[in-house]
């Protein structure tokens, strides 16, 4: 089984960048879908992106065009660059591996955009 450690929040500037990443241990990384979900205070967990195991990955639309997912299977990191950055991406970050009924999640990153 997986277990994932995000890393990479902070605070940053409107349209400031930051990389999120996800670190896996565990074996059979190469065989989940991956994803970025936020929360932001008061507010639902949301899914940001998700890239599967074969495919291309999909987008909320409020992040179309600013953020890119990506993976890395040899180093067992899922990556989320995120350009643009505005004050209501404000939100903890968490990384997600799914695989049939079995679903994983991180410990979450805070990302703070503020001036």
């Known amino acids: 089984q997986v277990q994932l450690v995000e890393s990479g929040g902070g605070l940053v500037q409107p349209g400031g960048s930051l990389r999120l990443s996800c670190a896996a241990s565990g074996t059979g990384f190469s065989l989940y879908n991956l994803g970025w979900y936020r929360q932001a205070p008061g507010k639902q967990r949301d899914l940001v992106a998700r890239?599967?195991?074969?495919?291309?990955?999909n987008y909320a639309d409020s992040v179309k065009g600013r953020f890119t997912i990506s993976r890395d299977n040899t180093k067992k990191t899922v990556y989320l660059q995120m350009n643009g950055l505005k004050p209501e991406d404000t939100a903890v970050y968490y990384c997600?591996?799914?695989?049939?009924?079995?679903?994983?999640w991180g410990q979450g990153t805070l990302v703070t955009v503020s001036a």
């Open positions: 890239i599967p195991i074969i495919g291309s990955p």
């Open positions: 997600n591996a799914d695989r049939g009924r079995l679903e994983l």
